[in-house]
């Protein structure tokens, strides 16, 4: 990546008021070009996405602008056709979401936050549960159950999630509000760098939301760069540094509340409007 493109990225809205030391660092997460097909359909045509360290970059777009498909590319889930992805600046090229996690990068998608039957310190630790110290873990494989509940006590509490008392509880008698909590405590309670979330808000509630968007602000004022895919512009305006907006396909500009209001970057959204005039 040259720095004219790094520039550019940040250009357009331009850089946050107060924040600019944060855009003179090296992206944390940085892709060029990338592309994906789906037989016919074009997916990602040649994308550009900087997110750097400390910063909330919302991604908005109409439905099927490519939103789910570039996290899906970012993370692991999906193996782009071609285009690159460095991490602190080393190129990656990860296989699968578990690649991208253990590099530091937790998702939360759109379609599976939480597993509902399983209670939430089994949901916190899903796919890195901890074993006994000793031969009780390593050779019996036996879970250190009473470790993970504490630990996810602890998690949930670090985050102000007041109202979830019992870490045995199962998820599916949390609330929407609660169960998303959930699964954002999971993508913050290990040591991420990265926490990418795919519509947290659809389908919450007013209080609901709220709070899910103070966990947002808390883990990026904790230091971690955090990726909100979101429709809610009025959400997006609110916890968002930076604004990257997709459509069909493709990136649109980046914009920053700032700069333009919610009307301009729909305009720039669907099309009326280019990122330049909107503002
Ligand atoms: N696995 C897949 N197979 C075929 N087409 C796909 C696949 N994944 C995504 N697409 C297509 O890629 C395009 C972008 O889809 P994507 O899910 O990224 O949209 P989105 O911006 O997240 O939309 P939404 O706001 O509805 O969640 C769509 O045309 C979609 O049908
Ligand atoms: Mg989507």
């Given amino acids: 990546m040259t720095t004219s493109e790094s520039e550019l990225d940040v ?16 992206p944390v997460l ?17 994308v550009d996405v900087d997110l750097y360290p400390g910063e909330i970059l919302a991604v908005i777009g109409d439905n099927g602008a490519g939103k789910s498909t570039l996290i899906k590319c970012l993370t692991g889930a999906y193996v782009p056709d071609s285009g690159t992805i460095t991490l602190n600046g080393a190129p990656v090229s990860f296989k699968k979401p578990q690649d991208a996690r253990e590099a530091g990068i937790e998702t939360v998608y759109q379609q599976l936050a939480v597993i509902p039957a399983l209670d939430i310190a089994s949901n916190l630790y899903l796919a890195r549960e901890d074993r006994r110290p000793g031969p009780l873990g390593s050779v019996l494989r036996m879970l250190d159950k009473k470790g993970m509940e504490q630990r996810a006590g602890k998690a949930v509490q670090g985050l102000g999630i007041q109202t979830i008392q019992n870490m045995t509880q199962a998820v599916e008698t949390l609330s929407g509000g609660q169960r998303q909590a959930v699964a954002v405590a999971r993508a913050a309670a290990f040591g991420s760098k990265v926490v990418v979330l795919d519509e947290p808000t659809a389908a919450l509630g007013v209080k609901e939301s709220a709070a899910v968007l103070d966990m947002i602000k808390q883990l990026r004022d904790k230091g971690l760069s955090i990726i909100f ?32 209001d919610m009307g301009a970057g729909v305009a720039i959204m669907t099309g009326a409007k280019k990122v330049g005039e909107a503002a």
């Fill in 30 to 46: 940085s892709a060029r070009k990338l592309v994906i097909t789906f037989g016919r359909v074009v997916g990602l045509d040649g």
């Fill in 229 to 260: 895919i979101s429709h809610n512009m009025p959400h997006v305006w609110e916890v968002a540094d930076r604004i990257h907006i997709q459509r069909l396909g493709g990136r649109a500009g980046v914009i920053t509340p700032q700069t333009h």
């Fill in 11 to 26: 250009a357009y809205g331009g850089v946050p008021a107060g924040k600019e030391s944060i855009y003179s660092q090296q």
